[in-house]
Every structure is written in structure tokens, then in C-alpha cells.
């Protein structure tokens, strides 16, 4: 997966210009040449494209995962997953297991330590007898090498009472109910003006369906956790993209406080939401540890990712759009049906996007959730944006061919001036350069319109464009700043890299803010031994503790310009905490935006959709490394093509498991499917952010791509595809329906 790719082995960087800005104020922006440079000092370390510190660590296996950090009579442990989907255990037979060589201990619900209940039920494993879905850990082998506990674990015998279960999601399933909130905060149901009647007043109007199937994760490195007790102080070193909130559970969860539990995330190997929260490996790890009273290290098998790691949950929706014949939407209606489990609500904020996206004075958003047997969904790279945008901006173009518009141009004529929901001005909004910028580098302009207008031998080509945008958000960071006598500085927050690059950027923001070269700055994150910080999430990692590491840096090098004579032994060190600034409520929308363009071929003969070509171009703020933002940037859209194309699962409805649930059958994109991919940006100046002026990255990417190669294929064939993925055996069906009806 892409965010464990590391950038330092490519060295390129794609952008408008060579570091190109514009105005604050979306009116009036416009592309310029590069900044001018200082001409005294170290040249800026922000807006480099510098390597990624622990880049030759990587690539020369020097780093160490959460698996590799070996210790004396290390043991191992292999989870036993429940092969009903509701009811509860009544028995389990450990004998065969017990005898096996090596094999040290099986915990079951009946001899497993108590814990106290979790506020994420998700967590509360070996706890009781009960099954909530198929997949839920009733058992855990411990033995003395991997090999000895996954044999272990296929050899415990257990028996249940299973009962009737219920796992089909449909758009009218009669359990299904309007939350008080979806994920995120965001109320579940938000209205404006009277969209039923804007929309009969309409003159043109699309009332369409689309799917989104439930999509999966899968980090390059499986969730893993090695814990070790030392009398009532535990050590974890675990795969997580928040050490923070993992101490915090483990505290809680084992009566401990806080300063007894050390968690270290030194490297993790992406995680694209599923590591953000704790998940079951790194309790029973815990749980292991203390039963036996040696270390153990639990890595998930990738197939039991799937159910217990939360999933991108399936998402149903209607959207409705009225227009003037000009063009300018008068009504814009987006209906959300998900599922989430019994365990745990989880809704999938899919329709939050039309609150942001579109001026239109009658509109009506909702979240509707079912309640099902199913494991419990939870994030996945932009989570609601990735599938709600998927489906408006499909519509959005089916809305631009039934007023014979060009897309591009129906987008920006509903351009709003603030954001429609809230009515706050945008701190910065620079979608229709977005556009524009990359309908001129795609040659948009040459473009035919007609739906099967270009072909080359069996193959139908064709293009299409959607827009993207994506939150910014921010938390409350601390970090400190240390100058040393040898001339060089260190700054530490508890920071979490997952491969994107945070040690580098950190740095970078260190040494503009102290005016040192880059050389002399080092990043210490991923312990929590060091000043607390968020999680890597939400886009949000960068700007929550950058603002922490700008301003312990601003008080260091305060500091150091009253300081007289050489500095002590233990040098000069700054501190910062941004509680009550970062996070607080802001009078300004603010969002990155983006807009994607695609270029595909669709094989009549066999149905097979291939990408030539993926174009995007950004606005998200200060870009602070162009080498990691092209990563993310490209990382995303990547993805983004294996959410239209490839990527899909299941829920098989006999047994209530993700029929695809390793790498063999869940396809993420591989080289041979991926084009060349362009990622250029625009950079902002808006001063309503964070010190930096940045907003994230990481997701933006995902988001809007299946749309644009869905738009793309429509264009190619003349037929509407409302399903997620675009597979041959699909696309080959709608190729032969569409010459029937032609």
C-alpha cells in the first residue's frame, strides 16, 4: 500500500512552477511564479523536497516494526476466530492444542484476566461467551514460536449455540434508523430551504442510485503488538497510529494509571485509519503477557484483518439534483444508507460532502444505519468525503449531460462564496483554479463530449473530471525544543510516522522556525515518553504537531537570543502546548480542495477498464515537502483507482464473513495497473490555519478519483455504471445491455 512506500528511493516532485502561490482570497487567485528567495541565512527547509530521515533505515531493514523488538523467553501468541456470526460459545476444548510441543497456555473466556470494560466494546475480548459477529476472537494460543500457536490455534476445538443472524444490508431494511450523529460529530440529517419543492421547480433534475461495497485497509504490516510486564509496569510496542490513546485504553482497561504504561510506535507500517484506534492485538498481547509472565508477540494473520480491524462499511445512496437550464443547482439531495454492528455504532459520514461542496438554496442531507451482525466498520482513508464524493460527483456529471454542459464548467458555475451549511467564509477556496489548472494541463479543451467518440480498435476511450475536497483539522500537541552545545537541536512530541514522512517534516518546520540548516535538526516521535500529541488521523498529524514544534521552537530561539555565553551542559530547551488554541472553533470554513481527471480505455471484447492516465491538482495550503506531498498526493489517487476498479468485498450472507479477506482476493492496485500519475498543486497563503499555513494531505487524493475513472468510463462507453468496482464481468454486462437498448 501506498503510505509504506517510502519516497526517498524516487526523488520527484510535480508542481505548478517550482513552488508556485496565490492570494488568500479565492477571488482573483491566480498562479504565479516562485516566492523570491532569502539572500542571507540557511535557504528554507520548507517547501524542499527533502529525504525522509529514516529513509536508508527502511530500505535497509535497519528500522524495527512492532514485531522485531526481541527479548528473552520471548513467546508467541495466534488468535482463534468465531465461525458463526451471532450466538455464544459453550464449550471449548484445549486438550489437543495443550499437548502440542511448545504450546504454553490457551486463554480462553473462562481463565483469561478480568478487565475492566472498555469504553470500545470492540476491545472487551475473552471477556464472555458471547459472539457478535463472525470473526470475534473466543480464544488465544500462546506457545514458543509462531509456528507452534498457529498450530496451536487450529487445533482448539470450540462449540456454540448459534443463532439467527442478520447481515444483508439493503436500502430499506427495516431495522434501519436515523442517527443523532454520524462519524465524525457531523449531525446526522441537515436541511436547508424546502428541497421537495425546489426540486419539482427544477427544470432539469437526475434522481440516481450508486453502491459502494465494502472496502478493506490492509496495511503493508498487519496489526502486532509485542507486550512485556516488569512486575506492574507495562512495555507495549505496537502498529498504531496514536501510542497515546493505546496507553490510555491499557491503563484503563488493567487498572493501571497511566505512567505505568509505556507504548512505542517508533515505525509503523500504515495503517489508512484502520491502526487510528487500539484494536484487539494489542490488548490480548497484554493479556498474554501477564498470564504467562513473558513477553509476547501477537501479529495478525492479514486474513482476520478484515472483521476485526474495522472496515470501510457499504454505503447505498440516492442523490437527487435540480438545475436551472443555466446550469446553477436549485436543489441538491444526498441519502445515505450504511450498516455498522451491534458491537459498536459506526456511521459512515458519506453525505457531509454536499454541505460543503455546491451552492444550492434547497438541499437535505441524511445518515440512515442498520444495525447488523456484521463486524464493526470504522475509519478508512477519508472516511465519508471517499464514497460521498464518489457518488455526488458522479451525479454531478450525469446532471452536466442531461444540460448538454460541460462538467468542468458546472462545477465552477456552482461555485459557492461561502460554505452552503454553515455559511462561514472559507479561509481559503481555490477549487475553480483547481479545475481550470488541470483541465489545461489535461487539454481538457480538446476534449469531444460524445460518449464513445474516440476508439482504437476493440478499445473505447474516454475522460472525465470530479472535484475533491477534504477537512482541516487540528488538535491540541505539545512538544519541546532543545538547543545543545554542539550546535545542534533536537525536537521531541509523540508524534506518529506512519510513512509519511512526519521525523522529515518536523525537522523541516524546526529548523525554518529556528533559522538553522535542516543538517542540524533532529525529530524524536512514536514514544510516549515524549510530550503527548494526537494521532495520526484525519489529515490532521502535521498541522497538530507542527504548531506544537513551531512555537517550542519560536520560545527556544527566544531563549537563545537572551542567552549570553556558551550554553550548559544540558543545553536550552523550549516548550509548547497548543491546548486551547489548536482544535478551538473557527469563524472560517476550512478545507482543502482538489480537482481529479482521468483518461481510460474499456476493452469491448473483455470488459477490462485500464487508466492511461491520472491527473490531480490540489489547494491545500503550504505545501512543506514536495517530495512526501507528491507520495501522499499520489498515494491517494492510487488508491482511489482501486476503489473504481479492483477493489471490493463481500459479506457472505450464509455465514456472515468478508468472502474476500486477504491479498489474493481483495485486489489492490499493482504496478501493471497503475499509469502515470500527475500531482501538481497550487500553493495557498491563508493565514487562518496553523503557523505553517498547511492543511493535510494524506486523504484528498482518495478522494473524487473513482468518480472521475467512473465519469471517464461513461464517457468511453455511453453507459452509466452506479456500482462499485468497475470489474469486466460489470462493465462487459453493461456493454452488452447498452447495444441491446441502442
Same mark, same amino acid.
Given at each position: 500500500?501506498?503510505?509504506?512506500?517510502?519516497?526517498?528511493?524516487?526523488?520527484?516532485?510535480?508542481?505548478?512552477?517550482?513552488?508556485?502561490?496565490?492570494?488568500?482570497?479565492?477571488?482573483?487567485?491566480?498562479?504565479?511564479?516562485?516566492?523570491?528567495?532569502?539572500?542571507?541565512?540557511?535557504?528554507?527547509?520548507?517547501?524542499?523536497?527533502?529525504?525522509?530521515?529514516?529513509?536508508?533505515?527502511?530500505?535497509?531493514?535497519?528500522?524495527?516494526?512492532?514485531?522485531?523488538?526481541?527479548?528473552?523467553?520471548?513467546?508467541?501468541?495466534?488468535?482463534?476466530?468465531?465461525?458463526?456470526?451471532?450466538?455464544?460459545?459453550?464449550?471449548?476444548?484445549?486438550?489437543?492444542?495443550?499437548?502440542?510441543?511448545?504450546?504454553?497456555?490457551?486463554?480462553t473466556?473462562?481463565?483469561?484476566?478480568?478487565?475492566?470494560?472498555?469504553?470500545?466494546?470492540?476491545?472487551?475480548?475473552?471477556?464472555?461467551?458471547?459472539?457478535?459477529?463472525?470473526?470475534?476472537?473466543?480464544?488465544?494460543?500462546?506457545?514458543?514460536?509462531?509456528?507452534?500457536?498457529?498450530?496451536?490455534?487450529?487445533?482448539?476445538?470450540?462449540?456454540?449455540?448459534?443463532?439467527?443472524?442478520?447481515?444483508?444490508?439493503?436500502?430499506?431494511?427495516?431495522?434501519?434508523?436515523?442517527?443523532?450523529?454520524?462519524?465524525?460529530?457531523?449531525?446526522?440529517?441537515?436541511?436547508?430551504?424546502?428541497?421537495e419543492?425546489?426540486?419539482?421547480?427544477?427544470?432539469?433534475?437526475?434522481?440516481?442510485?450508486?453502491?459502494?461495497?465494502?472496502?478493506?485497509?490492509?496495511?503493508?504490516?498487519?496489526?502486532?503488538?509485542?507486550?512485556?510486564?516488569?512486575?506492574?509496569?507495562?512495555?507495549?510496542?505496537?502498529?498504531?497510529?496514536?501510542?497515546?490513546?493505546?496507553?490510555?485504553?491499557?491503563?484503563?482497561?488493567?487498572?493501571?494509571?497511566?505512567?505505568?504504561?509505556?507504548?512505542?510506535?517508533?515505525?509503523?507500517?500504515?495503517?489508512?485509519?484502520?491502526?487510528?484506534?487500539?484494536?484487539?492485538?494489542?490488548?490480548?498481547a497484554?493479556?498474554?503477557?501477564?498470564?504467562?509472565?513473558?513477553?509476547?508477540t501477537l501479529?495478525?494473520?492479514?486474513?482476520?484483518?478484515?472483521?476485526?480491524?474495522?472496515?470501510?462499511?457499504?454505503?447505498?445512496?440516492?442523490?437527487?439534483?435540480?438545475?436551472?437550464r443555466?446550469?446553477?443547482?436549485?436543489?441538491?439531495?444526498?441519502?445515505?444508507?450504511?450498516?455498522?454492528?451491534?458491537?459498536?455504532?459506526?456511521?459512515?459520514?458519506?453525505?457531509?460532502?454536499?454541505r460543503?461542496?455546491?451552492?444550492?438554496?434547497?438541499?437535505?442531507?441524511?445518515?440512515?444505519?442498520?444495525?447488523?451482525?456484521?463486524?464493526?466498520?470504522?475509519?478508512?482513508?477519508?472516511?465519508?468525503?471517499?464514497?460521498?464524493?464518489?457518488?455526488?460527483?458522479?451525479?454531478?456529471?450525469?446532471?452536466?449531460?442531461?444540460?448538454?454542459?460541460?462538467?468542468?464548467?458546472?462545477?465552477?458555475?456552482n461555485?459557492?462564496?461561502?460554505?452552503?451549511?454553515?455559511?462561514?467564509?472559507?479561509?481559503?477556496?481555490?477549487?475553480?483554479?483547481?479545475?481550470?489548472?488541470?483541465?489545461?494541463?489535461?487539454?481538457?479543451?480538446?476534449?469531444?463530449?460524445?460518449?464513445?467518440?474516440?476508439?482504437?480498435?476493440?478499445?473505447?476511450?474516454?475522460?472525465?473530471?470530479?472535484?475533491?475536497?477534504?477537512?482541516v483539522?487540528?488538535?491540541?500537541?505539545?512538544?519541546?525544543?532543545?538547543?545543545?552545545?554542539?550546535?545542534?537541536?533536537?525536537?521531541?512530541?509523540?508524534?506518529?510516522?506512519?510513512?509519511?514522512?512526519?521525523?522529515?517534516?518536523?525537522?523541516?518546520?524546526?529548523?525554518d522556525?529556528?533559522?538553522?540548516?535542516?543538517?542540524?535538526?533532529?525529530?524524536?516521535?512514536g514514544?510516549?515518553?515524549?510530550?503527548?500529541?494526537?494521532?495520526?488521523?484525519?489529515?490532521?498529524?502535521?498541522?497538530?504537531?507542527?504548531?506544537?514544534?513551531?512555537?517550542?521552537?519560536?520560545? /527556544?530561539? &527566544? @531563549?537563545? $537570543?537572551?542567552? #549570553?555565553?556558551?550554553?550548559?551542559?544540558?543545553?536550552?530547551? =523550549?516548550? %509548547?502546548? !497548543?491546548?486551547?488554541?489548536?482544535?478551538?472553533?473557527?469563524?472560517?470554513?476550512?478545507?482543502?480542495?482538489?480537482?481529479?481527471?482521468?483518461?481510460?480505455?474499456?476493452?469491448?471484447?473483455?470488459?477490462?477498464?485500464?487508466?492511461?492516465?491520472?491527473?490531480?491538482?490540489?489547494?491545500?495550503?503550504?505545501? /512543506?515537502? &514536495? @517530495?512526501? $506531498?507528491?507520495? #501522499?498526493?499520489?498515494?491517494?489517487?492510487?488508491?482511489?483507482? =482501486?476503489m %473504481?476498479? !479492483?477493489?471490493?468485498?463481500?459479506?457472505?450472507p450464509?455465514?456472515?464473513?468478508?468472502?474476500?479477506?486477504?491479498?489474493?482476493a481483495?485486489?489492490?492496485?499493482?504496478?501493471?495497473?497503475?499509469?502515470?500519475?500527475?500531482?501538481?498543486?497550487?500553493?495557498?497563503?491563508?493565514?487562518?490555519?496553523?503557523?505553517?499555513?498547511?492543511?493535510?494531505?494524506g486523504?484528498?487524493?482518495?478522494?473524487?478519483?473513482?468518480?472521475?475513472? =467512473?465519469? %471517464?468510463?461513461?464517457?468511453?462507453?455511453?453507459?452509466?455504471?452506479?456500482?462499485?468496482?468497475?470489474?469486466?464481468?460489470?462493465?462487459?454486462?453493461?456493454?452488452?445491455?447498452?447495444?441491446?437498448?441502442?
Open positions: 500500500m501506498t503510505d509504506a512506500v517510502d519516497a526517498v528511493t524516487t526523488g520527484r516532485s510535480s508542481r505548478i512552477g517550482s513552488g508556485s502561490r496565490t492570494a488568500a482570497t479565492p477571488a482573483g487567485a491566480r498562479v504565479t511564479g516562485a516566492a523570491p528567495q532569502p539572500t542571507t541565512g540557511p535557504a528554507p527547509a520548507l517547501g524542499s523536497s527533502a529525504e525522509r530521515r529514516e529513509g536508508r533505515e527502511k530500505v535497509t531493514g535497519a528500522a524495527r516494526y512492532a514485531a522485531e523488538f526481541l527479548s528473552p523467553g520471548l513467546a508467541h501468541a495466534w488468535p482463534v476466530p468465531a465461525t458463526i456470526a451471532r450466538g455464544r460459545v459453550t464449550g471449548v476444548d484445549a486438550s489437543a492444542a495443550l499437548a502440542l510441543d511448545g504450546v504454553l497456555a490457551v486463554l473466556h473462562e481463565n483469561a484476566p478480568r478487565l475492566t470494560a472498555p469504553d470500545d466494546p470492540t476491545l472487551g475480548v475473552l471477556q464472555d461467551p458471547r459472539v457478535p459477529h463472525w470473526g470475534w476472537f473466543v480464544a488465544l494460543v500462546v506457545a514458543e514460536s509462531p509456528e507452534a500457536a498457529r498450530a496451536g490455534a487450529a487445533a482448539v476445538r470450540v462449540d456454540y449455540a448459534a443463532e439467527e443472524a442478520d447481515v444483508t444490508l439493503t436500502p430499506s431494511h427495516p431495522a434501519a434508523y436515523v442517527p443523532e450523529k454520524a462519524n465524525g460529530g457531523y449531525p446526522a440529517v441537515r436541511e436547508h430551504g424546502d428541497p419543492a425546489g426540486l419539482a421547480a427544477s427544470a432539469v433534475r437526475v434522481d440516481v442510485g450508486y453502491r459502494v461495497p465494502p472496502l478493506h485497509n490492509h496495511p503493508m504490516e498487519p496489526h502486532t503488538s509485542t507486550a512485556r510486564w516488569d512486575g506492574d509496569r507495562l512495555t507495549v510496542h505496537t502498529s498504531s497510529q496514536g501510542s497515546a490513546p493505546v496507553r490510555a485504553v491499557l491503563a484503563g482497561m488493567f487498572a493501571l494509571p497511566e505512567e505505568r504504561v509505556r507504548v512505542v510506535a517508533e515505525h509503523v507500517g500504515g495503517g489508512f485509519g484502520s491502526k487510528g484506534t487500539p484494536r484487539p492485538d494489542v490488548v490480548l497484554a493479556l498474554a503477557a501477564r498470564h504467562t509472565g513473558r513477553a509476547v501479529a495478525l494473520p492479514r486474513r482476520y484483518l478484515p472483521t476485526v480491524v474495522g472496515h470501510r462499511a457499504p454505503t447505498l445512496h440516492r442523490v437527487r439534483l435540480g438545475a436551472g443555466d446550469g446553477r443547482l436549485t436543489c441538491l439531495v444526498h441519502e445515505v444508507t450504511t450498516h455498522t454492528s451491534r458491537v459498536k455504532e459506526f456511521v459512515e459520514q458519506a453525505a457531509v460532502p454536499g460543503v461542496m455546491y451552492a444550492a438554496p434547497h438541499s437535505r442531507t441524511v445518515h440512515r444505519v442498520a444495525p447488523l451482525d456484521v463486524p464493526t466498520p470504522s475509519w478508512m482513508r477519508a472516511p465519508g468525503e471517499a464514497p460521498g464524493m464518489y457518488a455526488l460527483e458522479s451525479a454531478m456529471d450525469e446532471l452536466a449531460a442531461e444540460l448538454g454542459m460541460d462538467p468542468v464548467g458546472l462545477r465552477i458555475v461555485e459557492p462564496g461561502t460554505e452552503p451549511d454553515s455559511g462561514k467564509p472559507f479561509s481559503s477556496r481555490h477549487l475553480v483554479e483547481c479545475l481550470r489548472e488541470g483541465a489545461r494541463r489535461f487539454d481538457w479543451a480538446a476534449r469531444d463530449p460524445r460518449p464513445r467518440s474516440r476508439t482504437a480498435g476493440p478499445l473505447l476511450i474516454g475522460s472525465g473530471v470530479a472535484a475533491a475536497t477534504y477537512p483539522l487540528v488538535a491540541p500537541s505539545t512538544a519541546t525544543a532543545q538547543a545543545l552545545p554542539d550546535g545542534t537541536f533536537a525536537v521531541r512530541t509523540n508524534a506518529t510516522d506512519i510513512g509519511t514522512g512526519a521525523r522529515t517534516v518536523l525537522a523541516q518546520i524546526a529548523a522556525t529556528l533559522g538553522v540548516p535542516l543538517d542540524r535538526v533532529t525529530a524524536e516521535v514514544s510516549t515518553d515524549l510530550p503527548s500529541a494526537p494521532l495520526a488521523g484525519g489529515s490532521s498529524g502535521t498541522a497538530s504537531w507542527g504548531w506544537a514544534v513551531h512555537d517550542a521552537c519560536a520560545r /527556544l530561539a &527566544a @531563549r537563545l $537570543a537572551d542567552h #549570553q555565553g556558551p550554553l550548559p551542559e544540558d543545553g536550552l530547551t =523550549g516548550r %509548547a502546548d !497548543t491546548g486551547g488554541r489548536a482544535g478551538a472553533d473557527s469563524p472560517w470554513s476550512r478545507h482543502a480542495f482538489g480537482a481529479h481527471f482521468a483518461e481510460v480505455t474499456v476493452d469491448t471484447v473483455t470488459g477490462e477498464v485500464r487508466t492511461r492516465r491520472l491527473l490531480g491538482v490540489y489547494a491545500a495550503g503550504r505545501i /512543506l515537502n &514536495a @517530495r512526501t $506531498a507528491r507520495s #501522499q498526493f499520489v498515494g491517494g489517487m492510487t488508491m482511489g483507482l =482501486g %473504481a476498479l !479492483t477493489e471490493h468485498s463481500t459479506v457472505d450464509a455465514f456472515g464473513d468478508f468472502a474476500e479477506r486477504d491479498l489474493a481483495y485486489h489492490v492496485p499493482v504496478h501493471t495497473d497503475v499509469p502515470d500519475i500527475e500531482a501538481h498543486w497550487i500553493d495557498e497563503d491563508d493565514p487562518h490555519l496553523n503557523p505553517m499555513g498547511s492543511k493535510g494531505i486523504e484528498i487524493g482518495i478522494v473524487g478519483t473513482a468518480a472521475a475513472i =467512473g465519469n %471517464a468510463v461513461h464517457h468511453a462507453t455511453g453507459v452509466r455504471f452506479r456500482e462499485l468496482p468497475l470489474t469486466p464481468d460489470r462493465v462487459l454486462t453493461g456493454l452488452r445491455d447498452g447495444e441491446r437498448t441502442r
